[in-house]
């Protein structure tokens, strides 16, 4: 079955950089569109970043310039690469299969002004 283990998390102060990664088993992966949500307390999870199989990326407004999304199939990976962080980026983030709606765990990010 799909499983996605998020990890990266963690604190850091304003300004500063995070990366995240999601190791991917149980599907094709290399075929699949892949993508990164958040939920922030009091909250709905919101879609952050996505990447295709083609590795063609997008983003939410509120990271354009500051996160990267990329992908390596070789290890089954997809990442999120996290800079100029602000207090509203607080949130657990949770990467996912395009269009599934199950989830993992996630990882808490936390930034701190």
């Known amino acids: 079955q799909v499983q996605l283990v998020e990890s990266g998390g963690g604190l850091v102060q304003a300004g500063g950089s995070l990366r995240l990664s999601c190791v991917a088993s149980g599907f094709m992966f290399s075929i699949s569109g892949m993508a990164w949500y958040r939920q922030a307390p009091g909250k709905e999870r919101g879609l952050v970043a996505t990447?295709?199989?083609?590795?063609?990326?997008s983003y939410a407004d509120s990271v354009k310039g500051r996160f990267i999304i990329f992908r390596d199939n070789t290890k089954n990976i997809v990442y999120l690469q996290m800079n100029t962080l602000k207090p509203e980026d607080t949130a657990v983030y949770y990467c996912n299969v395009v269009g599934r709606r199950d989830w993992g765990q996630g990882t808490q990010v936390t930034v701190s002004s």
């Open positions: 990447i295709t199989r083609g590795g063609t990326t």
